[in-house]
Structures are given as C-alpha cells and as structure tokens.
C-alpha cells in the first residue's frame, strides 16, 4: 500500500462502485469470503441458522456473498460435520430458497465447491481414511490418507462439475472453485503434494488438468455466461516452516494464476498456505494488516481478469487504498464481516469509526473444533435466528447498575440501555477494558486497543452513564436501589502458596503488562500460557534478559489455540529463549527460581520471577451481595475465568434477559 490512504469518504469512495464479471454486475466491490461456520443442517441444506447468518450480511452491505465450503462428494468429501452439500439434487430447493432471500437484499452469490483432501476428517470419511493425489500425510492432522485412483479422479471431476450445476439451478450466480489452502484441487496443483505419474500429475500441465477439467466441465454444463471463479494459495508459504522453494512458490502461483485465465475463469480470488503453514491462512493478531499484498500483486500483475484476495483488512480506507492502487477489483474479506455484520453498510454511509474491527484473536476458528462458528466482539455472530438485532425495549422507566468495565460489563451495559433502561456503569481504574487493557501491550497486540475503544463509542450511542474511579462496596450497590443489577468485577491473579512467593522480586505478569512492576535485567517467566508466553516476548523486546518460560505441564499453553501459541512461541525460539516444559515451580529465593522435574531439581538464577499462573474470579462483591440477599447477575470472569469471547457472550446474554428484581 502506498502511504497516502484513500481519504474519501462515504458515496465517494471506489469500494461503493459496481463492478462487472461477464454478465454478473456486483452492487459494491465488497465480498464476504467463505468461513467454515459449522452452521447448516445435517442434511446439508442451509437451515435456519445459516440463512439468518447470511442475511446478516447481506442486510449489512455486502455485494458479494461466497458461501462456506459446499460437498461435492459424500464419501470422503466432508469438511466440517454440519456443512453445505450439493451431491444431490435434493439440495437444490433449500438452497434456492436461501439464495432467493439473499438476492432480495441486493447481494451477489456464488457457491463454493470444495473437497478437503487429505486435510479432511476420517471420522467422517466413509472408511475412516481421508483421499489425496499422492498419499501425502498432512504434518499437522496427522490423518491416514490413501491415494486416489485415475477412475477416482475422474469420478471427482463429474463431482464438481455436476455440483455447479446443481448451484446453477437453485440460483447462484456462479461457482467458485476452492483451490487454496492445502484442500484437493491444492493438492493437485502443488508439486509437494502432486507425486502422481499418470496424466493428473507429473509437469505442471499434468498437475493443471484436474482443476482444468472441472473449469470445462462447468463451462459445458452450466454455459459461457455462468461466473467461474477459482480461490488458489499463491504460495503455500513452506518458508514459514523452514522449507523454501518447496510446493507453491510465488512464482508458480502467478504461473497458475495464468493457465487458470487461459482455461476461461472469471475471477481469481488469492490466498496463501495449506495446514502445515496455517497461520499464513488465518492469521492470529500479531500479523501485520496488508502483509499479503506483494503476493496478490505478483498474481494481479500475471492476469487480465479481475482479481479479488485477503490481507486482513480490517477498515474502509485500507479497502480503499487496495482499490486505488489497482491491487484488487474486488476487496475480500471474511473475519471482519463476523465482527461486523454492517460492515458495508457503514462504509457506504461513511460510519468508519462505528465500524467493531476484527482484532484477529481466532476465537471464531477455535470454535470450529466443537460446534458452531462465534466471534469474541460478535456475540450473535452464530445466533442471528435466535437473537434478532436490536431487543424489545421492555425495560423503559427501569435503572440498572453494571459494577465493572470489562467487556462483560460493557456489553451487558449496552444490551440494557438498548432495552430502555437508564444504565450507570462503575468502573474501579480510570479507563473501561478490564484485563483487555493490559492484554493491548504485548508486541503486535495493538488491535486489543479497538474492542475499548469501540466499547466506549457504544456505551455512549446508548446513553450509558459511565463513573471512572468508582470502587462499588456492597452497601454501596444496595444504596443505588438499581432495578437491575449486574457484577463484572474480573479476575484477579493466582499465586500459589509456595516458599518466597511473598518475595518482591515475585511480580505477577498482570503487572508487568500494565506497567506496575519493577523488572530486574534476569528474568525467569512461570507458566506458559498465552500472558506468559507475551509477557516474555514483551520483557525480551524491552531489553531484559529472559532466561526461560517455565511450564510444569507436558506442553507449552495447554488448552490454547496452537496458531496462537505458535505466533508467539515461534519469536521466543528466534530470540533463543527456551520454552521449558515439566517444570514444576517449588520455591522462591532472593536470587533463584527453583523447579521440580521428573528428575531432579533445578536452580535458575535470576533477579525477577514473573508468574503468570492464571487467574482466579474476583467473586468477593457477587458473595457477598448474596449472602445479604440482593439480586446480582454475576457475568464474565466474575462467574470463572475465561476469555475475551466468553465474557463478551456472558455480559450479552445477561443484558439481554436480565430480568428486573421482585
């Protein structure tokens, strides 16, 4: 991006233009790419659920809707348990009936074809054993794959084809062909994963002809004016993971890029990485917005036809700017219509700054691995059949008091002023955000700083009456005689009742990120979770000497997100700060950390030891209001500790049904 961003506003702007593909003309040049969301029923219709989830969007300003991924194969082509299926012509129907809704708002739809590959679920595969060019494992899943036959590809061919056609038929607007991301037609398309010997592999034509037979199949069955676009990993990003020049390189994205116009597809929509280089796929917080820009220039620079593609954007004049720079025709995002499903409408209106951004935590992907998509700052993201946009305002003429300006407290603050009620928030420090202000200061945690910002907008838009510096006692809470009263009072930090732990050179990690603690040069981190792991990033980047973060578990942060972890622990390495795993903490002395292994005990000098061990809820107001026997819903941390998601889910929930005192 160049540096002076596209300052326009509103109407004016490039991103609120249509924009044509063959005989398609999309209303704006916003696209809403596809996320897995775990949403559909398990027949493989749309449902319900995912209807309401797409009409959000559609409401919200999108121009170009892409569906989640959609089966083409019942066998061994499943990639979520409660995903979109077009194997059968009973597909047709509910589909139309969704897409019908969608185009009444305006919206474009195309329907995504996908097959997982080798990067399926055995579980779900009819034998247990995923399919694949060549028989390649997947490094990361681990899962049995076995190669596909000549006959099998070919049978997989008519899969797709057959599956465009019966997209044609309930009414999309065209197909796209998922080719990125490590998923199969990747597979054929990149060297490392295409070690076949028949005609579907071998030169680069052999590895082109699967995803070419599937664009001429669709082009005969579904006709020349039918939008064929096809989603291609540019590079695979081996490099990330120590292997440079291997599969899909920059280079030969673009060359892809450039068979796939000469074979007649509409649109290249560019991504990057497969599974083994996922954080180059969805990429956690700490990565730079628009660091997948040189890579979709190089594929915009090989073609003719119109380009769209991913670099975390996030606001309106970085679209903008992408536009204006003739990076992209078409701005692709997926994240940030979860956050903010009025995203487009807001451009258009020229509302930036009431715009909730993505800040790139994962909680959205993480929740794949159990059952339906959510998103942190969203908490109807998932639940628009359940909850609709706005509540009744069945609370006018009522008072509510929120002790805590978390983002617990700030959304229950929020959904009861929605509701009419004359709300007064208490926060105990001088700004809201909870532990989410100290959380902004890691390296690369800036956009932590957007959920406060955002907060304080809203409460304002809502006539939320916000008091700073205000620690609520329980007399004082019974003295305010709200109608409605709420506890987010937090968490507060765990220290184990071990030998020095009372030392002053013991600083809990909590203060460290806010700034409270004195930090002497040695230091030794305790406990590897994602505040440990940050913490020694950040005291490493300050100049401090990090001797080791020390885990008594088998495994750097259990229980979190490994494409977090992984952001994080990946610097540390770089940095040579060892990661040290079955460590117990034992003892403090004035000059050494001392730790318990399986095997012996270990003395670590140092002249700080930063805990950060966890935390437990600062529960102390919510018992105690109870024992006195005044209504209080706890939310947040206040009711066990959890993360940003979570809390946001608690404090909305409780604002919206909260009922008023007997």
Same mark, same amino acid.
């Given at each position: ?91 047709? +129907? ?10 009444? /708002? ?11 590959? &080798? ?34 590809? *070919? ?16 009414? +999309? ?23 076949? /010997? ?17 664009? *001429? ?31 899909? /390189?920059? #280079? ?19 991504? /990057? ?43 309106? &004049? ?28 807001? +451009?258009? #209106? ?60 700030? #959304? ?36 932590? &700083? ?77 406990? &590897? ?15 401090? #000497? ?107 929930? +409780? ?8």
């Amino acid at each position: 991006m160049t540096n002076d961003t596209a300052q326009v506003h509103g109407a004016n702007r490039l991103l609120t233009t249509p924009f044509t593909i063959g005989s398609l003309t999309i209303p704006n040049r916003t696209v809403m790419t596809p996320v897995g969301t775990n949403l559909a029923d398990p027949d493989g219709t749309p449902g319900k659920r995912l209807t309401a989830y797409w009409m959000e969007r559609a409401r919200g300003g999108c121009g170009l809707l892409v569906s989640e991924i959609i089966r083409v194969n019942e066998v061994h082509g499943a990639g979520l348990p409660r995903q979109l299926a077009l194997t059968r012509d009973e597909h047709v +129907a509910p589909l139309r009936e969704a897409i019908e809704q969608i185009h009444s /708002t305006g919206t474009k739809f195309l329907a995504q074809l996908h097959h997982p590959g &080798s990067e399926g679920i055995p579980p779900l595969c009819a034998d247990g054993v995923t399919v694949s060019p060549s028989g390649v494992v997947v490094r990361t899943t681990k899962a049995p794959t076995r190669e596909l036959t000549t006959d099998e590809v *070919e049978g997989l061919v008519g899969d797709f084809i057959q599956a465009a056609r019966r997209a044609k038929e309930a009414g +999309a607007d065209g197909v796209e062909i998922h080719g990125a991301h490590g998923y199969l037609v990747c597979q054929f398309l990149s060297p490392y994963t295409n070690r076949r /010997t028949d005609r579907y592999g071998g030169d680069f034509d052999g590895r082109m002809r699967f995803v070419t037979e599937i664009i *001429e199949g669709i082009r005969k069955v579904c006709g020349p004016d039918f939008p064929i676009s096809v989603r291609i990993s540019a590079s695979e990003m081996m490099e990330t993971i120590g292997e440079p020049g291997v599969g899909i /390189t920059v #280079e030969e994205g673009a060359r892809i890029a450039r068979r796939l116009e000469e074979v007649g597809v509409d649109l290249i929509s560019v991504s /990057t990485g497969t599974y083994e280089t996922g954080t180059t796929i969805i990429e956690p917080i700490n990565t730079p917005r628009n660091w997948r820009d040189p890579i979709i220039r190089a594929v915009r620079d090989a073609v003719s036809i119109p380009v769209m593609g991913t670099s975390i954007t996030r606001m309106p &004049s970085q679209a903008e700017q992408m536009l204006q720079d003739g990076l992209v025709d078409l701005v692709a995002m997926g994240r940030s219509w979860l956050a903010d499903p009025q995203w487009g409408v807001k +451009a258009i #209106e020229g509302r930036d700054d009431q715009i909730v951004r993505c800040m790139g935590c994962m909680a959205c992907f993480q929740a794949l691995g159990s059952g339906p998509i959510i998103c942190a700052l969203n908490p109807r993201c998932g639940h628009e059949s359940e909850f609709p946009p706005l509540p009744a305002r069945d609370l006018e003429g009522r008072s509510a008091l929120v002790v805590g300006g978390g983002p617990s407290g700030c #959304e229950a603050a929020e959904q009861l002023a929605l509701r009419g009620a004359d709300v007064v928030l208490t926060e105990a420090t001088d700004r809201i955000g909870g532990q989410v202000r100290p959380g902004c200061n890691p390296p690369g945690k800036e956009p932590m &700083s957007w959920v406060i910002d955002n907060y304080e907008q809203r409460l304002r838009r809502a006539g939320v009456e916000v008091r700073l510096g205000t620690v609520m006692t329980a007399d004082a809470v019974r003295g305010f005689g709200a109608d409605v009263v709420v506890v987010a009072t937090g968490a507060v930090p765990f220290r184990p009742a071990l030998p020095g732990m009372n030392l002053p050179q013991v600083v809990e990690a909590i203060d460290v990120l806010r700034g409270d603690a004195e930090v002497g040069r040695r230091v030794v981190v305790v406990g &590897s979770g994602m505040t440990g792991l940050e913490t020694a990033e950040l005291l490493h980047q300050r100049g401090h #000497e990090v001797i080791g973060v020390y885990e008594m578990a088998d495994t750097i942060a259990p229980g979190a997100f490994r494409q977090n972890v992984e952001s994080v622990a990946s610097h540390l390495r770089a940095a040579k700060i060892p990661l040290q795993t079955g460590h117990k903490l034992l003892e403090v002395t004035p000059d050494q950390a001392i730790f318990g292994t399986a095997q012996e005990r270990v003395e670590v000098p140092c002249d700080t030891v930063v805990t950060a061990i966890g935390m437990r809820p600062n529960a102390a107001l919510g018992q105690e209001l109870a024992t006195e026997g005044v209504e209080a819903v706890p939310v947040g941390d206040a009711t066990g500790v959890a993360r940003v998601a979570e809390a946001v889910a608690s404090g909305f929930r +409780a604002g919206r049904t909260a009922a008023v005192h007997a």
